[in-house]
């Protein structure tokens, strides 16, 4: 069995991708519960990735009015790296809406995805 402190330990060489602005294919109120009850998981067991990149819809995640935005500044605050696709932004017209991570290009994106051990896409 894995202690606790050892999964606390590999979760820095872990990145998260967000591709949706929730978490699953239900009816909205439920995706952005489970996003946001996915993000208190991660903070109530202190299991910190070492990035989570936002692409697609899951850019809106970000923004100004963000259902998760108080988790997301919390994880960003624990050092937690929240690296912003800068397409999807410019697509959605959000780019001047960002209130929490860096924005950076899908270069970014890949580069931090091969640098983690593991990759999670919810």
Do not use: H
């Not at 606790?4 to 979760?11: C, G, H, T, V």
């Not at 997301?72 to 697509?91: A, M, P």
């Amino acid at each position: 069995m894995i202690s606790s402190a050892e999964l606390k330990a590999n979760s820095a060489s872990t990145m998260v991708l967000i591709n949706s602005d929730g978490m699953g294919l239900a009816e909205d109120p439920l995706r952005q519960k489970l996003v946001r009850l996915y993000l208190t998981m991660l903070q109530e067991n202190e299991l910190y990735p070492g990035a989570i990149g936002f692409y697609a819809d899951g850019v809106k995640l970000v923004i100004e009015g963000s259902p998760v935005l108080d988790l997301l500044k919390t994880l960003e605050t624990k050092g937690v790296r929240l690296i912003i696709c800068s397409t999807c932004l410019q697509y959605y017209g959000l780019t001047d809406k960002i209130a929490v991570g860096i924005v950076g290009g899908m270069n970014d994106i890949v580069l931090a995805q091969w640098m983690a051990d593991k990759v999670i896409t919810i």
